[in-house]
T-cell receptor
Framework: DAKTTQPTSMDCAEGRAANLPCNHS???????VYWYRQIHSQGPQYIIH?????ETNEMASLIITEDRKSSTLILPHATLRDTAVYYC??????????WGAGTKLIIKP | SQTIHQWPATLVQPVGSPLSLECTVE??????LYWYRQAAGRGLQLLFY??????ISSEVPQNLSASRPQDRQFILSSKKLLLSDSGFYLC?????????????FGQGTRLTVV
């Protein structure tokens, strides 16, 4: 069973910031939050991960609430190429990532 | 730079036939290797992972097996395919480092068992 809850789908206008929420209310103190995205019929692409602190890289920013029960992935300037399914994942144990159904993000021109 | 190759891209096999999917990684040594399966409209399910040659761990019981004959080669096999084995199979690798499971995926194999 997935340990995260995400909206099924979201729309965002091209050039605007896309904010993708994720709830992980049962997360444990040592469990990381990972974000991946999958463009149709391709392998997933790693975006970012974090434990407690907010993280930023060249692709996105990850904001984790202080109680760690939710997080938001931010794509600062969405492009049409960012249309994909975005997965918020909690790392459980050694090698297992529990994948949910993700959020289908559609960037509209 | 590291690359991961997975083939074939698509495969149609009859029920009861054998299966062999191959995955190789270039540009890194001693990677962790993974096989995932994805049902339509669903997230990924981890099938097998390997931390070294000949070391295979299975996450779910199934009609499939995995082998790692070389450091950067990971093979997914079945002796007799079932209809329920249809799906999108993904190979992935990650750096062998405690606390890090940032994984890099291949392009996947879409298997249809008929």
């Amino acid at each position: 069973d997935a340990k995260t809850t995400q909206p099924t789908s979201m729309d965002c206008a091209e050039g605007r910031a896309a904010n993708l929420p994720c709830n992980h209310s049962t997360i444990s103190g040592n469990e990381y939050v990972y974000w991946y995205r999958q463009i149709h019929s391709q392998g997933p692409q790693y975006i970012i991960h974090g434990l407690k602190n907010n993280e930023t890289n060249e692709m996105a920013s990850l904001i984790i609430t202080e109680d760690r029960k939710s997080s938001t992935l931010i794509l600062p300037h969405a492009t049409l190429r960012d249309t994909a399914v975005y997965y918020c994942i909690v790392r459980v144990g050694g090698y297992q990532l529990i994948w949910g159904a993700g959020t289908k993000l559609i960037i509209k021109p | 730079s590291q690359t991961i190759h997975q083939w074939p891209a698509t495969l149609v096999q009859p029920v009861g036939s054998p299966l062999s999917l191959e995955c190789t990684v270039e540009g890194t040594s001693n990677p962790n290797l993974y096989w995932y399966r994805q049902a339509a409209g669903r997230g990924l399910q981890l099938l097998f992972y390997s931390v070294g040659i000949g070391q295979i761990s299975s996450e779910v019981p199934q009609n499939l097996s995995a082998s790692r004959p070389q450091d950067r080669q990971f093979i997914l096999s079945s002796k007799k395919l079932l209809l329920s084995d249809s799906g999108f199979y993904l190979c992935a690798w990650s750096v062998r480092r405690e606390g890090n499971t940032e994984a890099f995926f291949g392009q996947g194999t879409r298997l249809t068992v008929v």
